[in-house]
């Protein structure tokens, strides 16, 4: 009798926290299926980033959903005219939160996961380093589980979807580590949320000093390109 791994997906954004949780996916032995959004970002560097990434890590299968959050505007991620702050994290919930973003991810991966036949999907949301973001909280991806179970037929008929964040409690610094030993190659990753078009980072951003801090606390040299 032939034996078919289970097949899980993973959401890709090209950044350190989603290869991570690949790698993380395919050490559990799943066969894995990654799925990135274009959903209007300005730094769709990343994009490329999870391509590479997908393919490093040996993704069965990628795609990439589009899914036009930026008409909304209403994140530095999405609106041009917002600026992406540079003067480090600041209190209550940061204006590069994209509204309703995770929501809105997780509900495609869950579409393609009952296509697929998938009870599993992978996420890199992480609640310790800093977040500000709603739509990173247990909480949130322990409701949106619940949900999945009501509104699909996959868990209707009682089979039931799962909703991984292996990263939800782990410091940049522990996920850095795991990732260094999976065998992630994080200099193919963009998490800088005004990368160029080559994939250079500002430096600056929230995101590119949590991931100097988690290369420096991990005791890992930083790979990061920086223009």
């Not at 996920?175 to 260094?180: A, D, P, T, Y």
């Amino acid at each position: 009798m032939n034996h078919h791994p289970k097949r899980a997906v993973i959401l890709l954004s090209g950044g350190l926290d989603s290869a991570t949780c690949l790698a993380i996916a395919r050490d559990m032995g799943f066969e894995t299926y990654a799925l990135s959004v274009a959903y209007g970002q300005r730094h769709a560097a990343e994009l490329d980033a999870a391509r590479r990434v997908a393919a490093a890590l040996g993704a069965r299968e990628h795609r990439v959903a589009s899914v036009e959050l930026g008409q909304f505007g209403g994140s530095a991620l999405t609106d041009e005219n917002i600026p992406v702050p540079v003067e480090g994290a600041s209190a209550g919930i940061p204006v590069t939160y994209v509204p309703a973003r995770n929501t809105v991810m997780l509900s495609i991966a869950l579409a393609w996961a009952e296509v697929l036949g998938a009870n599993d999907i992978f996420v890199g949301v992480n609640a310790v380093d800093y977040s500000g973001y709603p739509d990173c909280r247990p909480e949130f991806i322990a409701a949106f589980e619940t949900m999945a179970n009501l509104a699909t037929k996959t868990g209707v008929e009682g089979s039931h979807l799962t909703i991984h964040a292996p990263l939800i409690a782990l410091s940049k610094a522990d996920i850095i580590r795991r990732g260094n030993a999976l065998g992630v190659d994080y200099s193919q990753t963009v998490s800088c949320y005004q990368a160029d078009d080559h994939g250079r980072a500002c430096g600056a951003c929230d995101a590119c000093r949590l991931r100097r801090a988690g290369f420096d606390a991990a005791g890992v040299p930083d790979p990061t390109p920086y223009a």
